[in-house]
């Protein structure tokens, strides 16, 4: 048995010994670190050891913490168990009482009955999704197929890496407390517990770790977000990453990618970005770049077919217009992929279930258009 341990109340100095005997790590902590404060110096303990043989008054704050902290583990150590003060334990949300004399069998005993089992790590799919140019709706492709992800394989993470700018919040109806920032400051202790406190779950079931406006672009130390990609990756089935498009530190980051996706519209101004966007991406990612064309107009006179030729590979996939429906998904802070009715929600869940080898609908045949001669690579400055 492994983990972190936060002991209160000890003013002999004794548990943390015995606790370490256990092949434990001790972490001497305030009551008040675990009840008010925003942040703790552990992360979130595995459990908690409680000394009430001096004080018994402390278990009325451990209350506090069994709120804050549902599913973490108490334990007391007391002189003797007297009916009085198992039940103010019990009313505290302690589960096991371990009295005198001390032993480390004893300790590792009652620790292993309060100690929650930890998920077993897993190999996720990770989806870095970037926009060929600003507004072409990169952060909704992000949102809705995290989403959507989260309804196909059960779990589902989003970072949202726009630091500055990130609206991923705001597309989900929530306010995260902590953020990336918070994440890549801590990469030295992350583990599962940590990590869950992070982040923040929508009413979608997908969870969130959201922009941090205390960071910008090309201040982010690179090493550490890929390490913070690779980890959340052990947690979640499902792991999208929201990029910004002109952060080049970001790409060490997208070293753990699954796939790395451009979002293009039928803009002349955007295929002129995404033939150079691509074209990069490529050389440093190989066959795991693809490209989705967003608010797909089949009228539109710039076509798929041309849009193909002009990024030089194959469209991945298109998602319908539908303006009115995705403002209003905004405004509601739901994502369309909530839903299934309607062109643009079936496509999000389509897109999903290809990506995790679910059955698909077959894809509209692209459309020709005789504008491509404006887009050739051969004829133009691209």
Known sequence: MSGTIAIIG?????????????????VQVHIDQLANTPRTPVGIPDALLVDVRNDRTILTQVAA????????????????LDP????????????EAIPEPLTPGAIQAAIGRVVAPKA???????????????????????????????????????????FAAGDAAVFLGVEPRFTVAEALENTHRLDE??????????????????????????????????????????????????????DVSLLDALDAATAVMVVVNHELPT??????????????????????????????????????????????HVFPNDYRQAVAAINRGQPLADGSQGRLPESFHSFARSLTGQPREAAPAPEASGLFGWLSPKRSSL
């Open 10 to 26: 000890n003013s002999a100095g004794d548990l943390q010994a015995l606790v370490a005997a256990c092949g434990l790590r001790p």
């Open 193 to 246: 517990a940590f990590l869950r406190s992070l982040v923040v779950r929508s009413r979608s079931g997908l969870d969130l770790l959201g922009a941090s406006p205390r960071l910008s672009p090309g201040t982010i130390d690179s090493a550490r977000l890929r390490a913070l990609v690779e980890f959340v990756g052990r947690y979640y089935h499902a792991v999208v990453l929201d990029v910004p498009r002109l």
């Open 84 to 95: 009085e003060l198992m039940l103010e334990s019990m009313r505290a949300g302690v589960s």
């Open 120 to 162: 077993v790590p897993m190999q996720s799919r990770i989806y870095a999704v970037i926009g060929a140019k600003g507004g072409v709706g990169a952060t909704t492709i992000a949102v809705n197929l995290a989403a959507a992800l989260a309804r196909a394989v059960d779990d589902a993470l989003l970072v949202d890496l726009n």
């Open 65 to 80: 913490v069994k709120r804050r902290y549902p599913s973490m583990g108490v334990a007391i150590v007391a002189r003797a």
């Open 271 to 316: 295929l002129r970005s995404a033939h150079r966007l691509v074209g990069l991406l490529r050389q440093r990612f190989g066959d795991r770049i693809q490209v989705v064309v967003n608010r797909s107009d089949k009228g539109a006179e710039i076509g798929v077919e041309d849009i193909q030729k002009t990024v030089g590979m194959k469209i991945s």
